[in-house]
């Protein structure tokens, strides 16, 4: 086992040239938003780690493939602490060998996000190896049902006359945020207003916070935003901020929905039983990889919370996990690509996999997550480790 950086997107089917830049637009993901001295510079707080592979291999030659982010600060978990654990082992006792990493890591290293995302780079390359030695899809091992619809999508950004003209029915829009609540809920307000006068009244809106952070200015967004009929705001406090969860679902009755940045399942178990949330988000790339995922899908099952796969769409591991759990709604498709371009140039595009067709997405049938890289790819696309 080995996890590498990514520095040659081109076997990986993205062109680089064609990446949206919406986001500046509104000081999207900027956690200081509300701070005068930060506004527009959300740049400076997003971590400058390059996107990290791992690959897995079986003693026949087999290989599995995941991909998680914050590489640099991944890497060394994963090639020096987490992947020697598994050598040896079976490879088709997944579930103990997430149980044997995820223990070891919350002892030594805590269940925050760099562990989560060292333990989905290797979760997802051994579901990715099993289900190749399978010869099966992983949406298939994991009890999709082969009859199943295309899994509907929504699309997550800015451009909503595009999403609409690429045959998107459901669409989330961002919102806008500063240190000056009444102009923030003033452009917020004209946003949604053009975006339903686009999308007219039956089409799906949503509202991504990402990141509101006081609960009293989250309670503010979802007042402002009760006569647009939204099915949900998300992110709408800081990811750990508990106290502030019960604050807003005390105080409003909008559908609420988090849990792209929560790690592990303490806190997506934390949030059903105190009723914070009526949509959990898990991101495969983050959470800790499949068996987490599968996990949480249980949990949700038979009550009135619904699964939606944070960036559902993005990849073919969030494809094939939107498609193969049930309990799963919704898979967002996060448009990182320019009016126009290819949605292989969108965030986190893996090659081989399908992209969404008239607002919903199903994924291949090939062995594994699909995932179409050769040895020779990878090893172009990876960094040399001297």
Known sequence: MRAALIVDQGPLGRSGEDVADWHDEVDHMNPLADDPAFVGRAQRFIPPWSEVICVVTAADGTFGVGLTGLGEAV??????????????????????????????AGAYLGRGAVAGYALSAIDLAVWDLWGRLQGEPVWRLIGGDNNRQAVPCYATGLSVDDHLSRGFEAFKLVCPWGPDRDDSLRRLIEMMERARQVVGAERTLMLDCWMVNESADALAVAE?????????????????DVLAYRRVREGTEQ???SGERWYGLEMFELALDEGWV???????????????????????????????LHCGANDAYGQHLAYGLATNRWAEMYVGARPGASLMDSYRATPGMALPQAGAVRPTDSPGFGIELSAADIERIIRPVS
């Open 255 to 257: 559908q609420l929905a």
């Open 278 to 308: 009526n949509v959990v988000q898990p991101d495969a790339l983050w959470v800790g990889g499949v068996t987490p995922t599968m996990a949480l899908a249980e949990l949700v099952d038979g009550s009135d919370v619904d699964l939606a």
């Open 224 to 240: 402002a935003v009760s006569p647009f009929g939204l099915e949900w705001i998300e992110d709408f406090v800081r990811p750990d």
């Open 75 to 104: 890497m060394p978990i994963v090639n020096d602490y987490l992947g020697p654990m598994l050598v040896g082992e079976p490879v088709d006792d997944l579930r103990r060998l997430w149980a044997m990493m995820s223990g070891a």
